[in-house]
T-cell receptor
Framework: NAGVTQTPKFRVLKTGQSMTLLCAQDMNHEYMYWYRQDPGMGLRLIHYSVGEGTTAKGEVPDGYNVSRLKKQNFLLGLESAAPSQTSVYFC?????????FGPGTRLTVL | SQQGEEDPQALSIQEGENATMNCSYKTSINNLQWYRQNSGRGLVHLILIRSNEREKHSGRLRVTLDTSKKSSSLLITASRAADTASYFCATDRWTSGTYKYIFGTGTRLKVLA
């Protein structure tokens, strides 16, 4: 099993550009999550999904959209990137308790 | 201050010593979990303790939970250089139909060989 994978690993955007981060898991987990990690702060939940076709807002959802069209994929979209969205983004999946994390995506918005 | 604050922020010990990290939180929880993050990598789940449990062991890890004080501690015994990492606690709960999963700011542990 590959576990949880994230694409891309690194990305640099200009302010106003859009992009989509892809998270994929091959463990048949129902729950999936997107977090951001900023220096000096714990991870903060952006959006999450409790199953295919469902999404919900987390702690810091503004400026992001998500979709879970397939159980194994959870996409995080930035429609108009802002410098405040410079961060490391982690995806995770979970069967119910405990979360399995991807390696992260380092995003820089200039 | 955030739900799930770790203390200390940084800890440096010699190999073989024990390392203790603490986590405090503000609201009631369902579970509390500890994660390890090596520099530049994703998080690794270490241990989960439910709100009705007081202590849990896993290998060299010992976690305690005191819901009356809203605090937890992670003890790593006989530390090794490979334990060098950041350690995060995370709390989860459902409230009013909303799921809250909140991480603390982490403790940076350095184990010197």
């Amino acid at each position: 099993n590959a576990g949880v994978t994230q694409t891309p690993k690194f990305r640099v955007l200009k302010t106003g550009q859009s992009m989509t981060l892809l998270c994929a898991q091959d463990m048949n987990h129902e729950y999936m999550y997107w977090y951001r990690q900023d220096p000096g702060m714990g991870l903060r939940l952006i959006h999450y999904s409790v199953g295919e076709g469902t999404t919900a807002k987390g702690e810091v959802p503004d400026g992001y959209n998500v979709s879970r069209l397939k159980k194994q994929n959870f996409l995080l979209g930035l429609e108009s990137a802002a410098p405040s969205q410079t961060s490391v983004y982690f995806c995770a999946s979970s069967p119910a308790r405990g979360q399995y994390f991807g390696p992260g995506t380092r995003l820089t918005v200039l | 201050s955030q739900q799930g604050e770790e203390d200390p922020q940084a800890l440096s010990i010699q190999e073989g010593e024990n390392a203790t990290m603490n986590c405090s939180y503000k609201t009631s929880i369902n579970n509390l979990q500890w994660y390890r993050q090596n520099s530049g990598r994703g998080l690794v789940h270490l241990i989960l303790i439910r709100s009705n449990e007081r202590e849990k062991h896993s290998g060299r890890l010992r976690v305690t939970l005191d819901t009356s004080k809203k605090s937890s501690s992670l003890l790593i015994t006989a530390s090794r250089a490979a334990d060098t990492a950041s350690y995060f606690c995370a709390t989860d709960r459902w409230t009013s139909g909303t799921y809250k999963y909140i991480f603390g700011t982490g403790t940076r542990l350095k184990v010197l060989a």
